[in-house]
T-cell receptor
Framework: LAKTTQPISMDSYEGQEVNITCSHN???????ITWYQQFPSQGPRFIIQ???TKVTNEVASLFIPADRKSSTLSLPRVSLSDTAVYYC????????????FGAGTRLFVKA | DTGVSQNPRHKITKRGQNVTFRCDPI?????LYWYRQTLGQGPEFLTY????????KSRLLSDRFSAERPKGSFSTLEIQRTEQGDSAMYLC???????????????FGSGTRLTVV
């Protein structure tokens, strides 16, 4: 299973765009990249998933370069309520998709 | 769709006692996962069900831990002879999986907070 490396923490201000990069050098051909958000005392919440290039939804964008060894979660115009832990995961649909979470990135959004 | 429901939300137990947690997944989801999360760490995988079959167990899941998913619906996680090190948040997640295509994003419950005193 591919391991991921993310910054431990990041600070931002309201209204700014935040980019969180995740390294996954050992990603396998059939692995997808998934990001979750977690608030204190809650379970993680699915944000976005992609395989290559760019994926965008109403919450975020996910940029994946051609070599797929990294990915960047982009949060446009963050607000105080985006303060949370963000997890990057890689995994495939084989073997039951045993999802491995790292320690995540703690994002602090300031007023 | 009422989401993934976990009960109880909080449980305080004395060391050595047995505890059981329940997870009710989203009804049409065939995959169900249990995770454990301690403060400041990401969730750790414990076990995985596809329908009623338990297909994978982590080495973290000692003999004191057992999980079931009868009839492929709700699931229970039991911890026997609890130890203080078992204190954690226990999370359940469900998803709709297929043999091909991308892995689904899973829906997590709010967890059960276990405190062993």
């Amino acid at each position: 299973l591919a391991k991921t490396t993310q910054p431990i923490s990041m600070d931002s201000y309201e209204g700014q765009e935040v980019n969180i990069t995740c390294s996954h050098n050992n990603i396998a051909t059939n692995d997808y990249i998934t990001w979750y958000q977690q608030f204190p005392s809650q379970g993680p919440r699915f944000i976005i998933q992609g395989y290559k290039t760019k994926v965008t939804n109403e919450v975020a964008s996910l940029f994946i370069p051609a070599d797929r060894k990294s990915s960047t979660l982009s949060l446009p115009r963050v607000s105080l309520s985006d303060t949370a832990v963000y997890y990057c995961l890689v995994g495939g649909n084989t073997g039951g998709f045993k999802t491995i979470f790292g320690a995540g990135t703690r994002l602090f959004v300031k007023a | 769709d009422t989401g993934v429901s976990q009960n109880p939300r909080h449980k305080i137990t004395k060391r050595g006692q047995n505890v059981t947690f329940r997870c009710d997944p989203i009804s049409e989801h065939n995959r169900l996962y249990w995770y454990r999360q301690t403060l400041g760490q990401g969730p750790e995988f414990l076990t995985y069900f596809q329908n009623e079959a338990q297909l994978e167990k982590s080495r973290l899941l000692s003999d004191r831990f057992s999980a079931e998913r009868p009839k492929g619906s709700f699931s229970t996680l039991e911890i026997q002879r609890t130890e203080q090190g078992d204190s954690a948040m226990y999370l359940c997640a469900s998803g709709r999986g297929s043999s091909t295509g991308p892995s689904p994003g899973y829906t997590f419950g709010s967890g059960t907070r276990l405190t062993v005193v």
